[in-house]
C-alpha cells in the first residue's frame, strides 16, 4: 500500500492566506524531505528534519517521527507559491526516498 | 552553484523501441539518481549511482538499464517502451547518500505510440 501519504490532494487560497499541508508515512523513517515543482518544472528541496520544526522564509516544517506524521506551514501565500508540494521519507540513506503523491496549491489574486 | 542538463526534453518513441535518456552535472556530486514520475504518482527510484561506474538498483530498475560512465554523466535506457507508456524521468544529483540534499533536472517527457 501506500507508504506515504499527502493531503489534501489539492488546495486552492487567495493570496495572503496560510496554507497547511500533511504528510503521514506507514512506516519507520530517519527523515521527511518536502521538495517543490512547478508545472513543467523540475524539483526544488524547501526543508529536511528528521524531527521537530524547522523554519525558512515563509515555511514551517514539523515532523514527528514516531507519530509518523510531518507537515508543512506556508504563511502569507503568495501566487508564485502555486504549483505541487511533495513529501518525502527517507528510510536511512537519500537513496530510500518514497515520496507522496503530492499536493497541488492554486493560490489566486 | 551548478547545473544538471538532460537531454532530450521530449521523446517520442515507439512500442518496442530502445530509449536512452542521458543526465549531466557540473556539481562534482558523487552520487546519481534516476526517478520516473507518473501522472498522480509519486516519483520512484530507478537506479542510483554512489560513484563513476558503481550502479544500485531502485525500486523500479525492471525493464531498465543505467550507466555511469563518468563522474558528471548517468544515463538510463528503456529497454523495450512500452505502447502509451508516458512519464517524466528526473535526474538528481547528491555530494553524498547520506542526508545529502538532491538537485533535481527539468526531467525528459516521455511519449511512446
Known amino acids: 500500500g501506500q507508504q506515504v501519504q499527502q493531503s489534501p490532494a489539492s488546495l486552492v487560497l487567495q493570496e495572503g492566506e496560510n496554507a497547511e499541508l500533511q504528510c503521514n508515512f506507514s512506516?519507520?523513517?530517519?527523515?521527511l524531505q518536502w521538495f517543490y515543482q512547478r508545472p513543467g518544472g523540475s524539483l526544488v528541496s524547501l526543508l529536511s528534519?528528521?524531527?521537530g520544526t524547522k523554519h525558512t522564509g515563509r515555511l514551517t516544517s514539523t515532523t514527528v517521527t514516531k507519530e509518523r506524521r510531518g507537515s508543512l506551514h506556508i504563511s502569507s501565500s503568495q501566487i508564485t507559491d502555486s504549483g505541487t508540494y511533495l513529501c518525502?521519507?527517507?528510510?536511512?540513506?537519500?537513496?530510500?526516498?518514497?515520496f507522496g503523491k503530492g499536493t497541488k496549491l492554486s493560490v489566486k489574486s | 552553484g551548478g547545473i544538471i542538463t538532460q537531454t532530450p526534453k521530449f521523446l517520442i518513441g515507439q512500442e518496442g523501441q530502445k530509449l536512452t535518456l542521458k543526465c549531466q552535472q557540473n556539481?562534482?556530486?558523487?552520487?546519481m539518481y534516476w526517478y520516473r514520475q507518473d501522472s498522480g504518482k509519486g516519483l520512484r527510484l530507478i537506479y542510483y549511482?554512489?560513484?563513476?561506474?558503481?550502479?544500485q538498483k531502485g525500486d523500479l530498475s525492471e525493464g531498465y538499464d543505467a550507466s555511469r560512465e563518468k563522474k558528471s554523466s548517468f544515463s538510463l535506457t528503456v529497454t523495450s517502451a512500452q505502447k502509451n507508456e508516458m512519464a517524466v524521468f528526473l535526474c538528481?544529483?547528491?555530494?553524498?547518500?547520506?542526508?545529502?540534499?538532491?538537485?533535481f533536472g527539468p526531467g525528459t517527457r516521455l511519449l511512446v505510440l
Open positions: 549511482s554512489i560513484t563513476e561506474n558503481d550502479l
Open positions: 518525502a521519507m527517507e528510510r536511512g540513506s537519500n537513496a530510500k526516498l518514497t
Open positions: 556539481f562534482n556530486h558523487d552520487t
Open positions: 528534519n528528521p524531527s
Open positions: 538528481a544529483s547528491s555530494p553524498g547518500l547520506n542526508q545529502d540534499t538532491q538537485y
Open positions: 512506516s519507520t523513517a530517519t527523515r
